[in-house]
């Protein structure tokens, strides 16, 4: 696998993060210059993956997400500089998600130990539904992660599973978020234990989906528009477009939401994060904390 500038700056970003953590509790004034810098290296870093995910993996939701994330980076950054102290809880969660993932995405048995994990939990899946494709090795990392469907004419369609497709982003989101609030230990476990197995089944679920609609050209209706908007060359790979990039990323964000409001049940001091992104993104402070509590004496 080869090492990639957005790799190194991954790191670079996680350090200030830790870094801005590590002072919170000796040096305030310094820990928001820090993670200010901090802030808009990770703004930077979106900035540097927009290519990749609008025109190499044609991802609209990614790609617009990533766009929206540079800005807001950079603001977060000016709030936290600026005295919105809570912002160190968030800074704090970053730099915690940062510790998670990065190590799978660095150290090659750590990644192909869970690609091929999920790999085979999906195949298992795949064939309890009735399905039989080829589970092999893959040409482009050498995991053993790849299905191949064979249609009635001979046709082969080839899909493999890569570090995204293993959940474990949307894990260290929840893993580091979950960290980063102080709360008692056993609610924070079980908030994790609750969140990891969740997006690990629901994950599991959406690669059996996009290898079987795949495999059997679910969604060939779609090539006309799909092609046009695209640039799509292959037309074969209209159905692994819609059933990845249009249906699986738009379940996804809904499935996050549920799963942080059930988080939040159990670790209500994650309204504080929350709070936080919703007067970035809108400019207007809300207390979830007192609303929560009305809801519940109703």
């Given at each position: 696998m080869?090492?990639?500038?957005p790799?190194y ?8 993060f ?5 002072l ?10 820090v993670?200010?810098g901090?802030w ?5 870093f ?12 044609r991802?609209f939701?990614?790609?617009t ?5 540079v800005?807001?980076?950079?603001y977060?950054?000016?709030q ?10 968030l800074s704090?969660?970053v730099a915690?998600m940062g ?10 048995p ?5 690609v091929e994990l999920?790999?085979?939990q999906?195949n298992?899946v795949i064939?309890l ?6 589970f ?6 050498g995991?053993?992660s ?16 890569v ?7 949307s ?6 978020l979950?960290?980063a609030?102080?709360a008692?230990?056993?609610?924070k476990i079980r908030a994790?234990?609750?969140a ?5 089944v629901?994950?599991?679920i959406?690669n ?16 006309g528009?799909?092609?046009s908007?695209?640039?799509y060359t292959?037309p074969?790979m ?9 249906f699986?990323?738009l ?5 996050l ?5 059930l988080v939040?049940r159990?670790?209500p001091?994650?309204l504080t994060?929350i709070e936080?992104v919703?007067?970035?993104?809108s400019?207007?402070?809300y207390?979830?904390?007192q609303r929560?509590?009305?809801?519940g004496g109703?």
């Amino acid at each position: 696998m080869t090492t990639t500038f957005p790799d190194y700056l991954v790191w670079v970003v996680i350090a200030a993060f830790v870094a801005t953590a590590a002072l919170e509790g000796y040096d305030r004034d310094l820990a928001r210059g820090v993670g200010m810098g901090a802030w808009v290296l990770f703004g930077l870093f979106w900035g540097v993956l927009f290519p990749r995910f609008a025109f190499e993996m044609r991802s609209f939701i990614e790609g617009t997400l990533c766009l929206v994330a540079v800005p807001l980076c950079v603001y977060t950054g000016y709030q936290l500089y600026t005295g919105r102290d809570s912002l160190f809880v968030l800074s704090r969660g970053v730099a915690a998600m940062g510790l998670i993932y990065v190590p799978f995405l660095t150290i090659e048995p750590l990644r192909q130990s869970i690609v091929e994990l999920v790999s085979a939990q999906t195949n298992a899946v795949i064939h309890l539904l009735g399905y039989d494709p080829d589970f092999t090795i893959a040409e482009q990392n050498g995991y053993h992660s790849a299905f191949i469907f064979h249609d009635s004419n001979g046709h082969r369609y080839y899909t493999y599973l890569v570090l995204a497709c293993t959940g474990i982003g949307s894990m260290s989101i929840f893993g580091g978020l979950i960290a980063a609030v102080r709360a008692p230990l056993r609610r924070k476990i079980r908030a994790f234990v609750m969140a990891i197995s969740i997006i690990w089944v629901l994950n599991v679920i959406r690669n059996v989906f996009i290898s079987v609609a795949f495999g059997n050209q679910w969604f060939q209706i779609f090539i006309g528009p799909v092609t046009s908007l695209t640039g799509y060359t292959d037309p074969k790979m209209v159905s692994f477009f819609i059933a990845d990039r249009v249906f699986s990323q738009l379940l996804a964000v809904i499935s996050l939401v549920i799963i942080l409001w059930l988080v939040v049940r159990i670790l209500p001091e994650l309204l504080t994060v929350i709070e936080d992104v919703i007067y970035l993104v809108s400019g207007r402070e809300y207390d979830l904390s007192q609303r929560t509590r009305a809801d519940g004496g109703r």
